[in-house]
């Protein structure tokens, strides 16, 4: 009855309300994304995947022909069709603020192993045939068939013709857009035509001569809309200068069901694979030891979920005593940093043991990384609403990283704390697959690495 009561205060109804107009203001760009498109609109990446099922499927029957009874291979060929279509329609239809305008549609990468899984388990039960050389061929070439339409949407979906109305205080923003056609104009124009989107700020009033254009522009198809919503779904990152107080408390509260599921999932994925992970860290701290003694680890008190302080583990990379000054950024060439410790830090090995917080619950495997505190408290005199980057669990990799990468002064952290707070946003698991496919990206490039 409370949770009733406090929903239907005017603020929580302005509230819902807010998010109930950007999510159609969003989901409305998205359209604009893709009115030019030709080739690669939903409907014929639908049809492509079905080809790719077709295919797929017509490996696993000349797999299946020659080694099951007609009647068993019948059966566990409908079966794997019938999830796989169920999987597709599912999977598509999962439309998160994050998967609403991914093109990618990353989730759908899960069909061909849902699909397969889904098939083994009832045929498992019914002890009746199937073959595991042919669903690992179907998993295989329809994810590879998915990932390459998708790609190819990537690189040839049309560009968005963007009209900015000058002077604009966002102008450092657009500078991280990509695939948009930029238009600055400090008097209306004269045509409608060849613009998709304008984009205005919501803090500015604009002249009478403005406003009769972009009445009659919005009746000729070309749609107004808010600065802080077209760069925060074009530009992935959410501006800290035009986030407010409140609002903002509000909308990055990182509060979600989804949280739940992600702790299960840093569980599981840490039991899963700490074979794998106490292998590889044996050989790391006999690397760290043989290159500059003992001790192996380095222990630092970080800031977690709700600005709780917590000891994070690290393979030490410098050398002894490098903090006796006071903690500081690292650099390029830091001379703090050992000899083997450059090499573990590129390609982030020191980062090892904090599977094991994550394993108590400090951290995340996916979440923007933890600070120190003395860091975080001149963060927080310096940088509008730094503390809402804490509402959810600190990670090993996140968005931050994977984007920018280290961050090594105040005006660096702003940048990265937009970020940031893009992921405390729109937190879900089409983002955090992203993030994990783009960390092995980083982790193999070395990327952001200091």
């Known amino acids: 009855m409370c949770a009733l009561h406090s929903s239907l205060t005017p603020s929580g109804l302005c509230i819902k309300l807010e998010r109930a107009k950007r999510l159609l203001m969003i989901l409305e760009l998205r359209r604009y994304l893709t009115q030019q498109d030709r080739f690669f609109k939903l409907p014929w990446l639908l049809i492509l995947d079905g080809i790719g099922l077709a295919l797929s499927l017509f490996l696993v029957f000349t797999q299946i022909a020659s080694r099951a009874h007609e009647q068993d291979g019948r059966v566990f060929l409908i079966l794997l069709t019938v999830f796989a279509v169920n999987a597709r329609l599912f999977l598509g239809q ?170 299960l999932f840093d569980i599981v994925a840490v039991v899963f694979l700490s074979p794998f992970l106490l292998l590889l860290s044996g050989i790391v701290a006999l690397i760290v030891y043989f290159d500059s003694g003992s001790p192996i680890l380095f222990r630092q008190k970080r800031l977690g979920r709700g600005g709780v302080p917590f000891t994070m583990v690290k393979f030490r990379t410098m050398k002894h005593n490098s903090e006796e000054n006071g903690a500081a950024f690292a650099s390029h060439g830091d001379p703090r940093v050992t000899k083997m410790g450059q090499f573990l830090r590129k390609f982030r090995l020191d980062e090892l043991p904090q599977f094991w917080n994550v394993l108590k619950g400090d951290m995340s495997i996916i979440g923007p990384r933890p600070e120190q505190a003395g860091f975080a408290r001149e963060f927080e005199e310096d940088i509008p609403l730094y503390a809402l980057r804490h509402n959810v669990r600190p990670g090993i990799t996140g968005w931050a990283q994977v984007m920018q990468g280290y961050a090594a002064s105040v005006d660096e952290t702003r940048e990265k704390l937009c970020y940031d707070f893009y992921y405390v946003k729109h937190c879900s698991l089409g983002l955090d697959v992203r993030i994990v496919y783009l960390t092995i990206h980083t982790i193999l490039t070395g990327f952001g690495s200091r």
């Open 94 to 263: 999962m439309k998160t603020l994050e998967t609403a305008l991914g093109k990618n549609r990353t989730l759908l990468l899960f069909a061909p192993l849902l699909a397969s899984i889904s098939t083994v388990v009832v045929q498992a039960l019914s002890r009746s045939y199937y073959s595991g050389t042919a669903l690992v061929i179907f998993t295989a070439l329809w994810s590879l068939w998915i990932l390459l339409m998708r790609f190819l949407y990537q690189r040839h979906r049309p560009i968005l013709k963007l009209l900015v109305i000058d002077p604009c205080d966002f102008r450092t923003e657009l500078g991280h857009l990509h695939r948009v056609q930029i238009t600055t104009l400090q008097e209306p124009p004269k045509r409608f035509r060849g613009f998709d989107v304008v984009m205005v700020d919501p803090a500015r009033t604009y002249s009478s001569e403005w406003l009769q254009w972009l009445a009659h522009a919005d009746m000729s198809g070309v749609r107004t809309m808010s600065a802080p919503i077209v760069l925060e779904t074009l530009a992935r990152r959410v501006p800290v200068n035009m986030l407010h107080g409140v609002w903002a408390f509000e909308i990055l509260s990182g509060a979600s069901m989804y949280g739940i599921w992600k702790r």
